[in-house]
């Protein structure tokens, strides 16, 4: 399903869809150019923060970031009267962004046998090696994690729930926070490859 063109202001902020870019404070990026994407929604729960919610998508485009951030309170379903711009510029990620960057990612995988995901910097490495057998995490001794024995991603921070073939269940944190570049992919990427 297309996104319908859409602009609108939100803090300072100008954001603006036309069909073929998204625009952010007159930075033009056509969506064909968008290299990396990073998500971020966040409750707080720590004492006093009244449960602040935190929602926002980083973009690199021709070796720049670019970014939208809103900031809201989660006791309610509205969050802020920024809620509608959110909804409309979390459908475009949904449907026109991350497809292309999933594409890519694929891509890279069939093509060379491997790709990298998850990173801090928007130009950094991928902290994790993506094959069509597992993930893995580029550190020293670290063992990958076979698609196919992962029963569940949890939280945040992307804690991977596994049972082997002998039926041992293990739970590996992965320290990829949901906020970090490419991270969202892991689930879409465990779905299509265990799939």
Avoid at 2 to 23: H, N, Q
Avoid at 59 to 67: F, H, N, T, W
Avoid at 163 to 173: E, I, L, N, T
Wanted: hydrophobic content about 40%; charged content about 25%.
């Amino acid at each position: 399903m297309a996104v319908v063109p859409f602009a609108w202001t939100y803090d300072e902020t100008s954001v603006a869809f036309d069909g073929d870019a998204l625009t952010i404070n007159d930075k033009r990026l056509p969506l064909d150019r968008i290299e990396r994407l990073s998500r971020n929604l966040s409750v707080s729960t720590a004492p006093g923060s009244t449960n602040r919610l935190d929602c926002g998508v980083r973009l690199l485009a021709d070796g720049e970031v670019s970014s939208i951030a809103f900031r809201g309170d989660a006791t309610s379903e509205a969050w802020g009267p920024w809620r509608p711009s959110w909804d409309v510029l979390d459908a475009l990620v949904s449907a026109e962004i991350e497809p292309r960057l999933l594409t890519r990612t694929l891509g890279a995988v069939e093509a060379s046998g491997a790709a990298e995901i998850g990173s801090l910097r928007a130009k950094g490495r991928g902290r994790y090696t993506v094959t069509a057998e597992t993930l893995q995490p580029r550190t020293l001794f670290a063992r990958p994690i076979p698609w196919k024995w992962i029963t569940g991603i949890e939280d945040d921070v992307f804690q991977i729930v596994t049972v082997d073939p002998r039926g041992k269940r293990r739970h590996h944190a992965t320290g990829l926070a949901t906020s970090e570049w490419d991270a969202w992919q892991v689930p879409l990427l465990w779905r299509h490859f265990a799939g």
